[in-house]
Structures are given as structure tokens and as C-alpha cells.
């Protein structure tokens, strides 16, 4: 069997009294308990609704949030992520493991050039300019930018949100990464758009091996990208199986709520979508 290149395991995440938002007593558990891992050019979604600690565990990973206390283990690639130095993080951030978010207008700097922030990854690495401005434009081109080299002098605020988010992802994979954490990446697009991007993150993945944490509250667009699916509920990780199992047989009644809330093409237009809390109310929650 594949070694995972990653493997989180009995992962809990606190905020600390100091660092709560909006007060209350006490350290916040937020996670609890959670194991997952991913294989090399595996696709993982992780599911679950909004403050269920998704992007928490997510941004676990990275070590981006220093404030919140975190117990357990990360290995990547068989090293412990948990308490390695900045130093150590800031090399893993965007060459072995990148993140893209939301709002690529936020990820994406507006007075500097499409190219400069592309190619930048393969910049501060040493490779030269010209030539990392030339893989820009091919990475670019790859996602689908229309005439990519030209537009490498274009700002971010000439680009609609979906060319924004390729120009995103491109940022994203030019240094080759292993693993792509990408939080809601579709969630501000239009429904065609969303679509697109999503194609390109399956097309990318197989075609570098690259292994992709895909965060969504929306279970019904990982069907044609995920091979895994892994749900959580208030913190917890509730169930992780195969794509198909789960929508065939999902065994928490989180995860039933969620599949039975949505809409179905072949469903009758008089009957009301069923929503999570129809599932919980009746069988309440497990965990
Ligand atoms: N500094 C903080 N103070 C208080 N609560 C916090 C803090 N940081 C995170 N939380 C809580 O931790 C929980 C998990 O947050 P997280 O952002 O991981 O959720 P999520 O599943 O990604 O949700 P969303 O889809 O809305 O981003 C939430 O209930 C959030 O309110």
C-alpha cells in the first residue's frame, strides 16, 4: 500500500481564553480528535457545515495560526509538522504544500503584475526572472488564461473572479507542489465558472500527481473531484470513506442530512428539500 504523504493523527486544536473572539471563560476547543491522511495524488474533500473546523484543521497543516494551542501529530512526508520552526514552515509553504483561498482578489496583490506574482514562487527559489516569468506564462496557459503571455504584464483588476482564481492557482502550482490545501476555492464563483475551476483542479492533480485537501460546506460538488470524502461535525471528524460509498451508504446521520439536502434533478418540483436538521432532529447527532 502507498505510505500517505501526509497523516494527521489525534489532531485537537484549542483557542486559548486570551485569543477568543468575543470573550467567554476558558480555553475553546474547536477540534477533537481528528485523524486523516492523504496519498500521494490522492483527492480529499473535507466536508461539513459552516464552524465545524475545517479550515482550522486545514490551516493546521501550515502552522498558520500561532495563537491556538495544538495537540497530536502531522507528518508530512514522515517528518512532525507540529512545533517545527517558522523557518522550517516557511520552506514547505508553496513549494512542497500550497493553499489557495475563497477570494482570489484577496490572495492576489493589486498594484503588481499577473507575471511578477506568478512567477514570484520561482523567483525567491533562484531561478532567473526571465525564465521563471516564461514558466509563468506556460503554467498559465495550462489553467486556461487566454493569451497568457501577453497578459502577464495585466493587473489583477483586469481579470474576472474566475481568470483571478486560475491566476491564483497557477501561483499556486508553478514551484510543483506535493499537496494543494484549496479552502472553498469556488464558493465566490458563478455556478459555470466554479465548474471550470473545479475541472482544472481534478485535471492538475492527475496530471502532477499532486495530492489536493479540497475544504467545501457543499457536499454536491466533490462527486466528479474527490476520491475521499471525510465529514465533520462540531469539531469532530465523523466519517472518511470513499466518494461513492459514502453517497451510496453514509452511515451518520450528519452526513445523510447532508446528501438527502441536495436537490435532485430527477426529484418531484412540489416536494420541499429536506435540510440537515430535518436528519438531525430526527436521529440526532452521534458525536
Ligand atoms: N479566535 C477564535 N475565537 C473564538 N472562536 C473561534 C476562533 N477561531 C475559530 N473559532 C471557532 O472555531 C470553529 C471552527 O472554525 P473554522 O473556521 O475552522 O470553521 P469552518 O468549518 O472552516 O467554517 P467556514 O466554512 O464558515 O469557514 C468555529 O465555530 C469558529 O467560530
Same mark, same amino acid.
Request: with cysteine.
Given at each position: ?8 493523527? &489525534?489532531?485537537?486544536? $484549542? ?12 480555553? #475553546? +476547543?474547536?477540534?477533537?480528535? *481528528?485523524d ?6 490522492? @483527492? ?12 482550522? +484543521? ?5 502552522? *498558520? ?15 512532525? #509538522? ?5 523557518? @522550517?514552515?516557511?520552506?514547505? @509553504? ?8 475563497q ?5 492576489l &496583490?493589486? /498594484?503588481? +503584475? ?10 525567491v ?16 496557459? $495550462?489553467?486556461g ?5 501577453? %497578459? ?13 482564481? %486560475? ?11 506535493? !499537496?494543494?490545501?484549496a ?7 458563478d ?6 475551476? *473545479? ?10 500527481? !499532486?495530492? /489536493? *485537501?479540497?475544504?467545501?460546506?457543499? !457536499? ?35 452526513? @445523510? ?6 436537490? $435532485? ?6 416536494? $420541499? ?8 432532529? +430526527?436521529?440526532g447527532p452521534? /458525536?
Amino acid at each position: 500500500m502507498t505510505e500517505p504523504v501526509l497523516s494527521i493523527q &489525534n489532531l485537537s486544536v $484549542r483557542v486559548p481564553e486570551r485569543a477568543r473572539i468575543g470573550g467567554g471563560a476558558g480555553d #475553546l +476547543t474547536v477540534v477533537e480528535g *481528528l485523524d486523516l491522511s492523504i496519498c500521494p495524488g490522492e @483527492r480529499v474533500a473535507l466536508v461539513g457545515e459552516s464552524g465545524s473546523g475545517k479550515s482550522i +484543521t486545514a490551516r493546521a497543516i501550515l502552522q *498558520l495560526n500561532r495563537a491556538l494551542v495544538y495537540d497530536g501529530s502531522i507528518r508530512w512526508d514522515g517528518t512532525e #509538522l507540529l512545533g517545527a520552526g517558522e523557518r @522550517r514552515m516557511r520552506r514547505l @509553504r508553496g513549494s512542497e504544500i500550497s493553499m489557495i483561498f475563497q477570494d482570489p482578489m484577496t490572495a492576489l &496583490n493589486p /498594484v503588481l +503584475t499577473i507575471g511578477q506574482q506568478v512567477a514570484e514562487p520561482l523567483v525567491v527559489r533562484g531561478v532567473a526572472r526571465r525564465e521563471a516569468l516564461r514558466r509563468a506564462a506556460e503554467m498559465l496557459d $495550462r489553467l486556461g488564461v487566454p493569451k497568457a503571455k501577453e %497578459r502577464l504584464k495585466a493587473y489583477p483588476g483586469q481579470f474576472s473572479g474566475g481568470m483571478r482564481q %486560475r491566476v491564483v492557482m497557477a501561483a499556486a502550482l508553478i514551484a510543483e507542489p506535493r !499537496l494543494l490545501i484549496a479552502d472553498e476555492p469556488t464558493t465566490a464563483l458563478d455556478v459555470r465558472v466554479q465548474e471550470q475551476v *473545479l475541472d482544472l483542479i481534478e485535471a492538475m492533480s492527475r496530471e502532477m500527481s !499532486l495530492s /489536493v *485537501l479540497f475544504i467545501t460546506h457543499d !457536499l454536491a460538488i466533490v462527486a466528479g473531484l474527490a476520491n475521499r470524502v471525510a465529514v465533520m461535525y462540531r469539531g469532530r471528524l465523523v466519517e472518511d470513506r470513499p466518494v461513492d460509498e459514502l453517497f451510496e451508504n453514509p452511515r451518520h446521520p450528519y452526513t @445523510r442530512g447532508l446528501i438527502g439536502s441536495i436537490p $435532485r434533478l430527477d426529484a418531484d418540483p412540489d416536494t $420541499r428539500l429536506q435540510t440537515v436538521g430535518d436528519f438531525m432532529a +430526527t436521529e440526532g447527532p452521534t /458525536v
